[in-house]
């Protein structure tokens, strides 16, 4: 039997999806994979990653500084981009450079899922659009090519900064 395929206006953009993971969830996939790597949790990793996971927004490395500086004094830079790192290695962020050229961390999430960002605001609204991905999996299959992975960065001006009359 045919699929049949949805027209454009059938079609939802889903914004501001449910993590797929709690925290706690996320942590204990961290020790995991610490204990696979032959590391060691540690006070700091673990105050770091949870305020991570439980942040629940894009963030720079200095915004999470600061968050964990709130519950841990004693938390350096050094240890925050280690942890990072540490964190990418395992699979558990993915690190974006959107516009502004400044890394922002975000969790891994099995979602596929795209970003807008805001020009006036700043905020990073994410999204999910069955017909735009249905057109990049059309385009590979044009190029004869395997799509692997992509993302899609959308630049404007959001509905928030819009309603108060800003352009």
Known sequence: MPRHEPSAAHTRTVVGRAPAANTEDRMGAFHARLKDKGLKSTGQRDDIARVFFGIGRHISAEELYAEVKKINPHVGYATIYRTLRLLRECDLLQERHFDEGQARYEATDERHHDHFICERCGK????????????????????????????????????????????
């Open 124 to 167: 990073i609204i994410e999204f999910q659009n069955d017909s735009i991905e249905r057109l990049q999996e059309a385009v590979a299959r044009e190029l004869k090519a395997e799509l692997r992975r992509h993302k899609m960065e959308l630049y404007g001006i959001c509905g928030d900064c819009l309603a108060r009359g800003e352009r």
